[in-house]
């Protein structure tokens, strides 16, 4: 037996011994229990809830001229209009605030608006009804 036949031995028997304990691990893990799997569909989310057909959004900017914290409305004296088309329009719009208006900066709501307060308010234009606001951003102009 040649010097290199017999270095490749010791190699060739820790392979097989290797190959002999991966088998028996197999077959002794072959007496575990089945485990069945199944899938279902996922749960289909709750209809939206329907609200009071909206036209499109819209921004405008203006003073606060009333204040009903009760019934969740405010009047806002409008004078610019920023969307969907830049202009100055002066008019005055009932805007709607709810729990899903979000604020900026974040405040205590309509409880922290006080009259004369300069706004800028992202709203639906609903059809019957006031402006819903969707967000409302107090502005500090000096």
């Known amino acids: 037996m040649s010097v290199v036949h017999a270095a490749w ?3 060739r028997a820790r392979i097989f011994g290797v190959a002999v304990l991966l088998a028996g691990l197999v077959a002794g893990c072959g007496g ?3 485990v069945e799997v199944s899938a279902t569909a996922p749960p289909t989310s709750p209809a939206p809830t329907t609200l009071p057909a909206a036209g499109p ?3 405008f900017q203006g003073a606060v001229a009333s204040l009903d914290g009760e019934a969740g409305e405010m009047v806002v004296a ?3 209009i920023w969307a969907p088309v830049l202009r100055s329009e002066a008019q005055e719009r009932r805007v709607l605030v ?3 208006t979000r604020w ?3 405040s205590g709501g ?3 608006v006080l009259i004369g ?3 800028q308010v992202d709203a639906l234009d609903v059809a019957d009804g006031p402006w819903r606001a969707l967000r409302i951003r107090l502005l500090d102009i000096d």
Request: charged share 35%; no cysteine; proline share 8%.
């Open 117 to 119: 307060d300069e706004v």
């Open 78 to 80: 409008v004078r610019i």
């Open 110 to 112: 309509l409880s922290r």
């Open 104 to 106: 900026d900066p974040a």
């Open 98 to 100: 709810d729990g899903s």
């Open 32 to 34: 575990l229990e089945q």
């Open 9 to 11: 031995m010791p190699r």
């Open 57 to 59: 959004t819209t921004s």
